[in-house]
C-alpha cells in the first residue's frame, strides 16, 4: 500500500512569491491535515480537514495560506506571498475513521517539502 | 494550553545500551499519547500509540508508559542499535483533538 505522498520534496524561492505543494493521502482516509514543521521544534497544525470540509483551520495564517481539498482526495496548501519566516518543513499527514472520531487514529505522515524562502 | 517538553533534547550513546527518553505534558486530560521517530529528510513514523486508559504498550524492543496524573511518559529502548538513530518526539491528543508536540530527543547510537 503506497503511503502518504508529497510534492515537490524541496523548493526554494524568492520572497514574495507565490508557492504550492501537493498532497495525496493513503487510499480510503478520509481525513487529512497540513502541518509546518520548524527546525528543531514538533510539527504545529495548519489546518484539518474531513473530506473535503476543513474541519480545523484555526492556526492557518488566512492573509497568505491558503488550502483546498476539493473532492475529498487530494490536497494544495498555498503560500502567497512567501515571507522569510515560512522557512520549514510543510507535513502532510492522514487518518482513517475507523475510531469514530477520525482525530483518534494514528496518522501517517508523508516524507514533507522542505520550503526555503530567500 | 497543553504543553509538552522532551528531556533531553540530544543523546548520545555506544551500541547495546538500555535508554530511556522522557516526554512530560502539564495538562493530564489527554485521549492518548504517541511516540514517534522521525528520519532526517523524511516523514513523521508511528511507534507507539498509548491510550489514556493503558499505562504502557511494547513494541519490541520499544516499551512505552504512561502516567496521567503525573503528566508523564517515557519511552525505553532496549539493546539500542545505530539504526535507531533518529529524532523522537511525542505527541499527546489533547481535549481539543489536537495534537500538541514536543520538540523532539535527537538519539545517537554510536558503534
Known amino acids: 500500500e503506497a503511503g502518504v505522498v508529497q510534492s515537490p520534496r524541496y523548493k526554494i524561492i524568492e520572497k514574495k512569491q507565490p508557492v504550492a505543494f501537493w498532497c495525496n493521502p493513503i487510499?480510503?482516509?478520509?481525513?487529512l491535515y497540513w502541518y509546518r514543521q520548524n527546525l528543531g521544534q514538533g510539527p504545529e497544525l495548519l489546518i484539518r480537514y474531513e473530506n473535503e470540509e476543513a474541519v480545523d483551520d484555526s492556526q492557518l495564517p488566512k492573509d497568505r495560506f491558503s488550502a483546498e481539498r476539493l473532492k475529498g482526495v487530494d490536497s494544495t496548501l498555498k503560500i502567497q506571498p512567501a515571507e522569510l519566516g515560512d522557512s520549514a518543513v510543510y507535513l502532510c499527514?492522514?487518518?482513517?475513521?475507523?475510531?469514530?472520531?477520525?482525530?483518534?487514529?494514528?496518522?501517517?505522515f508523508g516524507p514533507g517539502t522542505r520550503l526555503t524562502v530567500l | 494550553k497543553q504543553e509538552v517538553t522532551q528531556i533531553p533534547a540530544a543523546l548520545s550513546v555506544p551500541e547495546g545500551e538500555n535508554l530511556v527518553l522522557n516526554c512530560s505534558f502539564t495538562?493530564?486530560?489527554?485521549?492518548?499519547l504517541q511516540w514517534f521517530r522521525q528520519d532526517p529528510g523524511k516523514g513523521l513514523t508511528s511507534l507507539l500509540l498509548i491510550q489514556s486508559s493503558q499505562r504502557e504498550q511494547t513494541s519490541g524492543r520499544l516499551n512505552a508508559s504512561l502516567d496521567k496524573s503525573s503528566g508523564r511518559s517515557t519511552l525505553y529502548i532496549a539493546a539500542s542499535q545505530p539504526g535507531d538513530s533518529a529524532t523522537y518526539l511525542c505527541?499527546?491528543?489533547?481535549?481539543?483533538?489536537?495534537?500538541?508536540w514536543g520538540a523532539g530527543t535527537k538519539l545517537i547510537i554510536k558503534p
Open positions: 487510499s480510503g482516509h478520509n481525513t
Open positions: 505527541a499527546v491528543l489533547d481535549s481539543n483533538y489536537q495534537l500538541i
Open positions: 495538562d493530564s486530560a489527554i485521549y492518548n
Open positions: 499527514a492522514s487518518s482513517s475513521n475507523e475510531a469514530g472520531t477520525s482525530s483518534l487514529d494514528t496518522q501517517y
